[in-house]
């Protein structure tokens, strides 16, 4: 049964860091593209980066600079960097895997995953 478990949310103050993992099974991991989401109260699920299986990345404008994704195929395993924390950062973030990959950019587009996590909250506040 695929799966993915996001870890790595908590608490930081405006300007902190954090580092957001998603550890995927069931599926052939390094043949997906990853996507990160977030979902704000009150709001709508939004795309935050993805990338594909070749390593290209994309980024909404608001977080460019700011987070940086990474991946370990041998792990099954992404990671996102978030570093300058904003409050409007804060956020249910959840990863979701687009398999197989068939596009060759990925997209922040959540349509075209198919597999999704439960989430990580990572709030940010003084």
């Known amino acids: 049964q695929p799966q993915l478990v996001e870890s790595g949310g908590g608490s930081v103050q405006p300007g902190g860091s954090l580092r957001l993992s998603c550890v995927g099974s069931?599926?052939?991991?390094?043949?997906?593209?990853i996507g990160w989401f977030r979902q704000a109260p009150g709001k709508e699920r939004e795309g935050v980066s993805c990338?594909?299986?070749?390593?290209?990345?994309n980024h909404i404008d608001s977080v460019k600079g700011r987070f940086t994704f990474s991946r370990d195929n041998v792990k099954n395993t992404v990671y996102l960097w978030m570093n300058n924390l904003k409050p409007e950062d804060t956020a249910l973030y959840y990863c979701?895997?687009?398999?197989?990959?068939?596009?060759?950019?990925?997209?922040?587009?959540?349509?075209?995953?198919?597999?999704w996590g439960q989430g990580t909250q990572v709030t940010v506040s003084s």
């Open positions: 979701a895997a687009a398999f197989p990959s068939i596009h060759p950019m990925c997209s922040t587009d959540s349509t075209r995953y198919n597999y």
């Open positions: 990338m594909n299986t070749m390593g290209d990345t």
């Open positions: 069931g599926f052939t991991f390094p043949y997906a593209d």
